[in-house]
């Protein structure tokens, strides 16, 4: 980040309003956190903007405000994180702080039900494992050798003789049954045992 940008993003959270500030470096520290943002400015300006349609510029008419939020998070192209990531912290800011009469809370519940539908389009986006690791990687493991045992003709063609026999010879034991040293006496019969008082 340059340095006028962090400037830039320190103002955000340097101003004489300390509540606004808390919420606003929290808001921030998170985003760093979770590493959802190459664009801080363009983070903290959607943040700041997003509050003062809620509070402001359209407090009498919330759905309004609402939809007015969102148009403008889909116009700078935010992935499905960065719109939960930024409602949530809006959302925190309005729901800890206090307004003046004309404020109402119903862009608050709309926020609320939009976060409800983004953590759900979220688990969709995220990656399935219905199958156990193990089992999945088993499973990959097996596709591959099976890949490879089709291909292990035309592989072993490109290797010279000594290669070739030496690789034959090291797949041998999984093809031919193991031979085991036999004793002299495989066979006959057991020389009957004395019995220990026979001496």
Request: hydrophobic content about 35%; overall charge negative.
């Amino acid at each position: 980040m340059k340095k006028n940008e962090m400037m830039s993003v320190e103002s955000y959270f340097k101003t004489k309003n300390e509540h606004w500030n808390r919420y606003a470096k929290e808001a921030i520290e998170n985003a760093l956190e979770k590493q959802l943002f190459e664009d801080y400015n363009k983070f903290m300006s959607l943040y700041s903007e997003s509050i003062t349609i809620a509070t402001d510029t359209h407090k009498a008419m919330p759905f309004e405000g609402f939809q007015l939020i969102l148009s403008k998070y889909e116009s700078s192209a935010l992935t499905t994180g960065q719109k939960i990531h930024l409602l949530k912290s809006v959302f925190k800011y309005l729901r800890n702080s206090e307004f003046d009469n004309d404020y109402s809370c119903e862009i608050e519940d709309f926020i609320q039900s939009q976060l409800n539908s983004l953590n759900e389009i979220m688990k969709l986006e995220s990656p399935k494992h219905d199958k156990p690791l193990t089992n999945n990687l088993r499973n990959t493991l097996k596709e591959l050798i099976q890949n490879e045992m089709a291909q292990l003709p035309e592989t072993l063609k490109q290797l010279d003789s000594k290669e070739r026999l030496n690789v034959l010879c090291k797949l041998m034991p999984y093809v031919l049954p193991r031979t085991e040293s036999v004793k002299h006496t495989f066979g006959e019969p057991e020389a009957v045992k004395k019995n220990w008082w026979e001496g």
